[in-house]
């Protein structure tokens, strides 16, 4: 099997070779999603992620659907500057939804597309209070019909708040990193998130989001990949990694 030139795992490469300028095709009998490659990646996402949690701060299942509205285009950290106060002035879908969305407009400018996201909230708690009592809803087909909530906010309230495994959270982190471990060829979130709930076991679902999201985080960034440090390395073969001790697929992008 043709490879790249290896370095001895573990350790960082002074001056990391470009992998990708050494790209080549992926060999015939290799297959990313052999049942024996989903399992290692699983284990040794478990062994590095063994507890892991969504990072948006709340407390109840409406404050994480604000949260996860606000958090399109945005960081966690900057979300979670931002609604303390936002829940402090209105803490229940109640008080959003008797306020014009202009109002909260200065308390998420921050977070980006303000305008937007001020509608979505609005709307959301209108809709809360007008059709399910002021309760969210944990079903997805409920879920979605509240304004601003596509697939990505409702399988981060059902998984992360109701424990309920409906679906794949397909964020920025889970989109790019599915890609480079060849888990999808698809380049579109709502089917990636299919291709995934094919491979991973649906037990898996809730926690194999929000391990890819950390790894994403703190190892696989988008530019440079901390390839050197990561405990998935030779099972990787994306195209754009930093350092490699296996063979890198010219397909496999983020
Ligand atoms: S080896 Fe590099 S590209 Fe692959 S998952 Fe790890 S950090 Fe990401």
């Not at 990391?16 to 992926?26: D, E, Q, T």
């Not at 929000?210 to 050197?228: E, M, N, S, T």
Request: glycine fraction near 4%; aromatic fraction near 6%; proline fraction near 8%.
């Amino acid at each position: 099997m043709p490879a790249t030139k290896a370095k001895p795992a573990g350790k960082r490469s002074a001056k990391p070779a470009p992998a990708s300028s050494k790209a080549i095709a992926a060999p015939k009998s290799y297959k990313p999603l052999d049942q024996e490659r989903i399992k290692e990646l699983l284990k040794r996402l478990n062994a590095a992620y063994p507890d892991p949690k969504c990072a948006l701060t709340h407390r109840n299942a409406w404050e994480l659907t604000v949260a996860t509205i606000l958090s399109a285009q945005c960081t966690d950290v900057r979300v979670n500057m931002v609604t303390p106060e936002l829940f402090a002035k209105y803490p229940t879908p109640a008080d959003l939804a008797r306020i014009e969305p202009e109002m909260i407009e200065p308390d998420i400018r921050t977070t980006g597309f303000f305008r937007n996201k001020s509608k979505s909230i609005v709307g959301a708690a209108r809709k809360v209070m007008s059709d399910f009592k002021g309760k969210v809803p944990d079903t997805m087909e409920e879920l979605l019909t509240l304004p601003g909530v596509a697939r990505k906010t409702a399988n981060v309230v059902l998984g992360s708040w109701f424990g309920k495994a409906v679906g794949v959270v397909v964020d920025t982190h889970v989109y790019r990193l599915s890609r480079r471990l060849e888990l999808t060829k698809s380049d579109s979130p709502v089917n990636i998130e299919q291709d995934l709930m094919k491979v991973i076991p649906q037990e898996k679902w809730i926690d194999f989001s929000h391990q890819l999201i950390w790894h994403g985080r703190k190892i696989c960034f988008a530019r440079k990949p901390d390839c050197a440090e990561c405990p998935l390395e030779n099972l990787c073969h994306a195209a754009d990694k930093t350092w490699s001790t296996v063979p890198i697929h010219k397909t496999a992008k983020p």
